[in-house]
C-alpha cells in the first residue's frame, strides 16, 4: 500500500508535479510512472537530495495545520496528529534508497519536526507569506512577486526626516500601534518609492508583506482589503505614481478605502500610496469656473489627500545635498576617481540630465563605475 494516498492535512502537495508523479510511481510502480518521475526530478535538480525538495515543499504548504499556527491559535490534537502522521508518512516514503538518484538523510520527521514548524509558522508566516515578501493584485489573486526590490535602508542617501516619518509609522504599524495610511509626494526621482520597498524589507521578518495594486485597478480595493483582512499578516496596499483626474470612479472608492469609510481601517492593512503632486486629484480650470459650488468641489478633491493620516513631502535636492549623495555612493561603490573631478561631472550631469535627485545621482554613480573599470574618462 502507498503511505501517501492517507495525506490529510498535507494534500496540497499533489499539486506539485514532481511528488505527484513520485506518489503515481509508488502507486503504480511501471516502468513509465518511474520515468516521468525521473524526468522531472532531473528536470528540477533534485536528483541529489529529493528529501530536501520535498521538506521545503512541506515547509511552504498552506493547510490548516500552518494557517493556524500563523494565526496564533493552538492547532487541535486531532490536526496536530494527523499533520505528524502525514509526515511520518511521507518521510517514510521519500527517504527509501535508490539506484536512480539520491533520497537523502537527515533526522526523520515526526512531532518535534511538527513543533519546529508551528515555531516557523508563529514567527514567520504560512504558505506563499512565509516564502515570498512582495504581492501583485492582478484579476482578484494575489500573485507572488519572484524578483523584488532588495534595495535596504542603507542603501538610500539624504532624507534623512523623511525616512524617518516613514519608517516609525510602519513600526507602530507592525507592533499593533495605532498607524495612520500614507502618501508620499515629491518630484520624480526622489525616492519615493525606494523608500517603501526599502522599509518594508527592514520590517519583513516581522511579517510585513507588500501588496502591489495597479491604479487601473483601484476599484477592485475594497474586495482586496476583504482578503488580506482574512489573513493572519500586515500588509501594505501599495499604490505607485498615484494620479486621478475629476469625475474618475476610482476616486469615490479610494477615499473609501482610507479613513472614515463604514469598513472602517482593517488592522492588518496599511494604504501607501506615492504621487508626483500633494493633492492627486488633477483638478481642471474650466470645471473649477463652471461650478455653480465652486469651493464646495474643490474641497471635495481635496479630502482625498487629507484622508491620507500621513503625508510625506520629497522634495528636489539642491547643489549642497546632491553632492553628498554622490559622494556617499562612490565611496560605497569604491570609486577612485579624484572627488572634486567627479562632483564637478555630477553637476554637469545632472545639469544635462534634467536636474539633481538622488535616482540621477545614483545613475551618474553607476555609469563613473563602469567608466572606470573600462580606463575610460567620465563624460557628459
Known amino acids: ?3 501517501l494516498e492517507d495525506l490529510s492535512v498535507l494534500r496540497g502537495l499533489f499539486r506539485d508535479p514532481l511528488f505527484s508523479a513520485f506518489a503515481e510511481w509508488k502507486s503504480t510502480e511501471t516502468r513509465s510512472s518511474e520515468a516521468r518521475f525521473l524526468s522531472l526530478l532531473f528536470d528540477r535538480g533534485a536528483e541529489t537530495d529529493f528529501r530536501s525538495y520535498v521538506y521545503r515543499l512541506i515547509q511552504f504548504d498552506d493547510n490548516a495545520f500552518s494557517r493556524a499556527c500563523a494565526s496564533g491559535v493552538a492547532p487541535s490534537a486531532f490536526l496536530k496528529n494527523a499533520f505528524v502522521g502525514d509526515l511520518t ?3 517514510r516514503a521519500v527517504s527509501l534508497p535508490s539506484e536512480r538518484y539520491c533520497a537523502g538523510t537527515g533526522e526523520p520527521w515526526n512531532e518535534k519536526t511538527a513543533d519546529e514548524l508551528s515555531a516557523l509558522y508563529r ?16 484579476q482578484g489573486e494575489l500573485r507572488p512577486i519572484l524578483s523584488p526590490s532588495t534595495v535596504s535602508v542603507s542603501d538610500l542617501k539624504g532624507y534623512v526626516r523623511e525616512k ?24 520624480r526621482g526622489t525616492g519615493k518609492s525606494s523608500t517603501v520597498h526599502a522599509m518594508v524589507n527592514l520590517f519583513s521578518a516581522r511579517r510585513l508583506r507588500l501588496v502591489e495594486i495597479a491604479k487601473e485597478d483601484i476599484l477592485s ?6 482578503t488580506l483582512a482574512a489573513i493572519p499578516m500586515k500588509f501594505v496596499v501599495f499604490i505607485d ?36 503632486r500633494r493633492h492627486i486629484v488633477e483638478e481642471n480650470f474650466d470645471t473649477r469656473r463652471n461650478s455653480i459650488h465652486a469651493s464646495d468641489s474643490e474641497q471635495e478633491l481635496l479630502s482625498l489627500s487629507d484622508r491620507f493620516g500621513i503625508t510625506v513631502l520629497f522634495s528636489s535636492v539642491n547643489k549642497t545635498e546632491y553632492l553628498p549623495i554622490v559622494r556617499a555612493l562612490a565611496d560605497e561603490e569604491g570609486l577612485k ?21 538622488p535616482r540621477r545621482a545614483k545613475q551618474f554613480v553607476l555609469y563613473a563605475v563602469a567608466c572606470e573599470k573600462k580606463g575610460k574618462p567620465i563624460e557628459d
Not at 123 to 138: C, I, N, P, Q, S
Not at 167 to 185: A, H, I, Q, W
Open 221 to 226: 480595493l475594497p474586495q482586496l482589503k476583504t
Open 337 to 357: 576617481t579624484d572627488r572634486s573631478e567627479l562632483e564637478s561631472a555630477a553637476e554637469r550631469w545632472a545639469l544635462l540630465k534634467g536636474g539633481r535627485s
Open 241 to 276: 505614481d498615484f494620479a486621478l483626474s475629476e469625475n474618475d470612479a476610482r476616486f469615490s472608492t479610494l477615499k473609501a478605502s482610507l479613513q472614515g469609510s463604514m469598513e472602517g481601517q482593517a488592522a492588518n492593512v496599511m494604504i501607501v500610496a506615492t504621487s508626483n
Open 123 to 138: 514567527e514567520k508566516g504560512y504558505g506563499d507569506f512565509l516564502r515570498y515578501a512582495a504581492f501583485r493584485y492582478v
Open 164 to 187: 524617518e516619518e516613514v519608517r516609525d509609522n510602519l513600526e507602530n504599524f507592525v507592533e499593533g500601534l495605532p498607524f495612520s495610511d500614507m502618501l508620499l509626494y515629491g518630484d
Open 89 to 91: 508518512a511521507i518521510d
Open 1 to 3: 500500500m502507498n503511505p
